[in-house]
T-cell receptor, first 113, second 113 residues
Framework: KAGVTQTPRYLIKTRGQQVTLSCSPI?????VSWYQQTPGQGLQFLFE???????NKGNFPGRFSGRQFSNSRSEMNVSTLELGDSALYLC????????????FGAGTRLSVL | GESVGLHLPTLSVQEGDNSIINCAYS??????FIWYKQESGKGPQFIID?????DKRQGQRVTVLLNKTVKHLSLQIAATQPGDSAVYFC????????????FGTGTQLKVEL
């Protein structure tokens, strides 16, 4: 069974732009969560989607948003990029309502110049 | 300005020895805990999990201990191998429902030959 797939793997943007990251969960998994990883703040929860609905949200500004499609695939969007948004963005999927094991993808490395 | 990274505690062990990685968690109401291993350039990889109604769980070469009285988790790795070298994170799941992990800062495990 294929693991969690995130695209693209690397991305370079400039301040003020927006970016969309994609995540395909493990087949059959219905919950998708997003995390931000930086050297300064570590791993921080962004939001979780289940059955196309945002179920949990972390403490990030409204510039960070996401959505989930009927096939459980998810996207996250960051608008008006800031230098501090440079990070590894990780997606994790879980089979059901939770709490349960979350399986992570390799991440998307975003650099904001 | 320059970003200051989190200071990761480091544990150095000899190949073949047992390793013990400790973690303090913050929320006494958390009911699910999980350990991940992260190698450079990869996403976190699931190692073992434990629910709050247990105090010990064993996997292949790994054991997790949970002490709810002092809010402490530990991961024991038996017969540590060079391939175990990585950063190890403990995480607790919020009891509000769903999958929302709060991660610790991580411990760098270095296995010396």
């Amino acid at each position: 069974k294929a693991g969690v797939t995130q695209t693209p793997r690397y991305l370079i943007k400039t301040r003020g732009q927006q970016v969309t990251l994609s995540c395909s969960p493990i087949s059959g998994h219905r919950s998708v969560s997003w995390y931000q990883q930086t050297p300064g703040q570590g791993l921080q929860f962004l939001f979780e989607y289940f059955s196309e609905t945002q179920r949990n949200k972390g403490n990030f500004p409204g510039r960070f948003s996401g959505r989930q499609f009927s096939n459980s695939r998810s996207e996250m969007n960051v608008s008006t990029l800031e230098l501090g948004d440079s990070a590894l963005y990780l997606c994790a999927s879980s089979i059901d309502r939770g709490p349960d094991i979350q399986y992570f993808g390799a991440g998307t490395r975003l650099s904001v110049l | 300005g320059e970003s200051v990274g989190l200071h990761l505690p480091t544990l150095s062990v000899q190949e073949g020895d047992n390793s013990i990685i400790n973690c303090a968690y913050s929320n006494s109401a958390s009911d699910y805990f999980i350990w991940y291993k992260q190698e450079s350039g990869k996403g976190p990889q699931f190692i073992i999990d434990i629910r709050s109604n247990m105090d010990k769980r064993q996997g292949q070469r790994v054991t997790v201990l949970l002490n709810k009285t002092v809010k402490h988790l530990s991961l024991q790795i038996a017969a540590t191998q060079p391939g175990d070298s990585a950063v190890y994170f403990c995480a607790e799941n919020d009891t509000g429902g769903g999958n929302k992990l709060t991660f610790g800062t991580g411990t760098q495990l270095k296995v010396e030959l």
